[in-house]
């Protein structure tokens, strides 16, 4: 079975639109979280996440968008984008994102936004953060979002792999990051795909979403 595994989606639909056309191979589609929040096209991701079937779980924007996550310790950017999202959302979308799961469990792995202790807050940056994960891990597997950063971690046997994100890259690459697994051969590797950055960019200015958000997408921080 080949998964094409995707996270941080975060309303960008051009970087979206680019990576699912990528992702054509895949007999399934996984994602790791947070579809809204950032970007200007949430519902249009939806949509699109909807109508391939991808399986996703929820992100901490995902659940922050339709109210069930507090978000004081968001900052103040974040913050905004995520109170104009919850204003766009129809209410086929919010009931989608109100009903996503925090776990998925498959047959070759474990999908979670950030860490199994911790679904929706806690970082895998490296090796410590994930060791109490690893620990819990039913599969030798699985894939996370969250921190936006690309990254395999391996310990004992098993494995903790992050694509990357599709909508809001940070490690400095502003091409969209995902990944494809072929869970015949236990293999994955890491995609970037370049996408009309500048398009979106004139989105958000439109929106009036913030300016910090609408330049970090060109820098991919
Ligand atoms: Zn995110």
Redesign the pocket.
């Known amino acids: 079975m080949l998964y094409g595994i995707i996270a ?1 989606i ?1 309303g960008n639909l051009e970087a979206l639109d680019v990576v699912l056309r990528e992702l054509r191979p895949a007999d399934r589609l996984i994602c790791a ?2 579809i809204v ?1 950032y970007g200007p096209n949430p519902n249009e991701c939806l949509q699109l996440i909807r109508g391939r079937n991808v399986q996703a779980i929820a ?3 995902d659940k922050a968008a339709v109210g069930l996550m507090d978000t004081s310790r968001f900052n103040d950017s974040a913050r905004r984008a995520i109170e104009w999202t919850g204003d766009q959302l129809t209410q086929a979308n919010r009931k989608y994102l109100t009903d996503l799961p925090l776990l998925l469990e498959s047959p070759d792995f474990q999908v979670v936004h950030g860490s199994l202790r911790s679904p929706l807050d806690e970082y895998i940056f490296g090796l410590q953060a994930a060791s109490p994960t690893f620990e819990i891990m039913s599969k030798d597997l699985l894939f996370v ?2 921190t ?1 950063v690309p990254l395999r971690l391996k310990e004992k046997g098993k494995e903790i792999i992050n694509p990357g ?1 599709v909508g ?1 890259p940070r490690d400095g690459d502003p091409r969209a990051s995902f990944g494809l697994y072929d869970s015949g051969k236990r293999s994955f590797i890491f995609r970037r795909v370049e996408y009309n950055v500048a398009a979106v960019q004139e989105k958000m200015r439109i929106a009036g979403l913030p300016a910090s958000l609408i330049e970090r997408l060109r820098a991919g921080v």
């Open positions: 941080d975060h979280g947070d929040g992100g901490n924007h979002g969250h936006h994100a809001q």
